[in-house]
């Protein structure tokens, strides 16, 4: 599905990203996906992530991941000769990224009013964990401490256990996701002003709307401590909504319409569930929420992971195979999408990349070229953007 003569959205776009680990990086990855040039400016010593690269095992995956798109250079901004040369690009660049604590580019004479006005077309977007104001500007944010201040860890495990943090690093990617759409609203800004601005994307504001379901149950009660949920809904609005065991491992359902819990009635062959006062519509269910799931859990529990999806698919009712990662990295339905796409590499052997997930028309997803050593690409970089 990888056509490289096909044009891409954001071709000619020039991109300095100053990234480092998740967060901004993901945005850059997002630009170079659609097409633009993403120039990777690292330390010489390179950024944290690329360290991970010499530890064994899979560690050097993520820099892999977000960064196999870029170009690498590596600038000592720290140095007049190297501030000088990364004046030369900003002059030339659509878009600057960068996620270092507040103030950091500033006292490198090199911030955000400073760029600005040496390039007025420059859209300088920054990622930060509290934003560049207020009292917490200049707390230290990481993906755990923002799904700690955020709630989000507090609203996530078993009531009677202490509370859990998400598997994943999921407030650096949706702030990440938050960067890359303000660069783009910035830019069909410039479209029609011709300036360029400054975005700003503070991970615990993008972590806030997720919590949605969580705070209307805190604005329906907000005498009561919220209690954590577990694998229930947030909300505790819809029932049944949780993970059920099966034979061979575990499934998820959920049934957000009354229609979707007469379909799993008639799968269960329990049929006569719709006519029964305690679950006949969402609100009976929930006030019976332990009934229903017990009802749910004697049907699962006899049945494979396998014959419940092939009932969820016969019968029109929500549900999924709680699946390892040995699993998703080979999900057919991906690959032939060509979200993700197998790749050898020489440490890791064969490896699961992935394209953007946002498409656009007809445009095949792009497949994302091999990691840069460090400063690789130097040479081809001035040449390209500086003409020398």
Not at 50 to 62: D, M, N, Q, T, Y
Not at 112 to 125: G, Q, V
Not at 152 to 176: C, H, N, Q, V
């Amino acid at each position: 599905m990888n056509d490289e003569t096909v044009r891409r959205p954001l071709e000619g776009l020039k991109v300095l990203d100053l990234g480092h680990v998740y967060q901004v990086p993901y945005a850059g990855f997002l630009l170079a996906m659609a097409g633009a040039d993403v120039v990777k400016v690292e330390p010489p010593d390179g950024e944290p992530l690329r360290a991970r690269i010499l530890v064994s095992g899979g560690a050097s995956f993520p820099m892999i991941m977000l960064n196999a798109s870029k170009r690498s250079m590596a600038i000592d901004l720290k140095s007049d000769d190297g501030r000088a040369l990364f004046l030369e690009l900003v002059a030339e660049a659509d878009v600057l990224l960068e996620n270092f604590s507040p103030g950091v580019m500033d006292k490198l004479g090199l911030g955000a009013d400073s760029l600005l006005e040496a390039n007025p077309r420059l859209i300088y977007a920054s990622g930060t964990g509290y934003g560049l104001s207020g009292p917490d500007r200049d707390a230290l944010a990481m993906d755990l401490t923002i799904q700690a201040t955020s709630g989000m860890m507090g609203s996530t495990g078993e009531a009677d256990r202490m509370p859990l943090k998400a598997g994943p690093a999921i407030t650096d990617f949706l702030s990440g996701t938050h960067v890359y759409g303000g660069i783009m609203t910035a830019l069909y800004d410039r479209e029609r002003t011709g300036k360029g601005t400054r975005v700003e994307v503070a991970m615990i504001e993008a972590a806030y709307p997720a919590l949605a379901s969580n705070l209307g149950v805190y604005y329906g009660d907000r005498t009561k401590t919220q209690p954590r949920n577990g694998n229930h809904h947030g909300g505790n609005a819809i029932a049944p909504y949780t993970v059920f065991e099966t034979s061979d491992g575990y499934v998820a359902i959920i049934c957000v319409t009354d229609r979707h819990w007469d379909h799993l009635t008639v799968a269960m062959g329990r049929e006569e569930l719709m006519r029964d006062e305690r679950f006949k519509d969402n609100k009976s269910r929930v006030a019976h929420i332990d009934q229903t799931d017990a009802i749910v859990a004697e049907w699962t529990g006899g049945r494979t992971r396998h014959e419940v999806m092939e009932a969820a698919r016969e019968f029109r009712f929500p549900a999924a195979p709680v699946r390892g990662l040995d699993e998703v990295v080979a999900d057919a339905h991906m690959h032939e999408r060509g979200a993700i796409f197998d790749v050898e590499h020489p440490q890791l052997g064969t490896i699961a990349l992935t394209s953007s997930p946002i498409r656009l028309g007809n445009i095949p997803p792009l497949q994302a070229s091999d990691l840069s050593e460090l400063d690789a690409d130097r040479d081809a970089i001035i040449a390209d953007w500086l003409g020398r």
